[in-house]
């Protein structure tokens, strides 16, 4: 089992719907969650860290359940520009910082 | 601010020939660096991760290495390059004080041929 599975997509959407990724990760330990974005042949970009009550920025809100050990990202009205891949990030506990990737989720927004 | 450098953006290498790699980072001190490899279609690995001046630890074998000359400064380097070799490598910093985020560089791409 992969330590951090996503959907790898991908999602077709129209311009202002609303999408939502999933997350799955393995080690129980972890205490550290992240998206970062991707786009196509640059850089990932970290997008936001996701606590444990859940947090919201501006269109975006990351949920996490620890009990199922489960991290989403919610985009409402989409837009163009979030068209990405999504990259689901987890540490894992124990010794440094060790951010396990996962293999992201790609999003393509049309008009 | 802080920002991290790499170059070359793009490299076209023969097999077996070497490779260098440099990663710089600008408006910190004495970061933790990582080197991470992404294939086409992959997720990232991490390859090689730094604490401090001279210290290195890896996490997979290969034929790679990895050194840190200068605080701010982490070189990614292979004596003969194989196909497999091929891919998106990049380097990311991450603050003493905030050890749960990293931050990217532009990345270099590498082909072998």
């Known amino acids: 089992r992969k330590e951090v599975e996503q959907d790898p997509g991908p999602f077709n959407v129209p311009e202002g719907a609303t999408v939502a990724f999933n997350c799955t990760y393995s080690?129980?330990?972890?205490?550290?969650f992240f998206w970062y974005r991707q786009d196509c042949r640059k850089e990932p970009k970290l997008l936001m860290s996701v606590y444990s009550s859940g947090n919201e920025d501006g269109r975006f809100t990351a949920q996490l359940n620890r009990a199922s050990q489960y991290i989403s990202l919610l985009i409402r009205d989409s837009k163009l520009s979030d068209s990405a891949t999504y990259l689901c990030?987890?540490?894992?506990?124990?010794?440094?910082?060790?951010?396990?990737f996962g293999a992201g989720t790609r999003l393509a927004v049309h008009p | 601010s802080q920002t991290i450098h790499q170059w070359p953006a793009t490299l076209v290498q023969p097999v077996g020939s070497p490779l260098s790699l440099e990663c710089t980072v600008e408006?910190?001190?004495?970061?933790?660096l990582y080197w991470y490899r992404q294939a086409a279609g992959r997720g990232l690995q991490l390859l090689f991760y730094s604490v401090g001046i001279g210290q290195i630890s890896s996490e997979v074998p290969q034929n790679l290495s990895a050194s840190r000359p200068q605080d701010r400064q982490f070189i990614l380097s292979s004596k003969k390059l194989l196909l497999s070799d091929s891919g998106f490598y990049l380097c990311a910093w991450e603050g003493k004080d905030r050890t749960d985020t990293q931050y990217f560089g532009p990345g270099t791409r590498l082909t072998v041929l």
């Open positions: 408006g910190t001190s004495n970061p933790n």
């Open positions: 990030v987890v540490n894992r506990a124990g010794g440094y910082n060790k951010l396990i």
């Open positions: 080690n129980s330990a972890s205490q550290s």
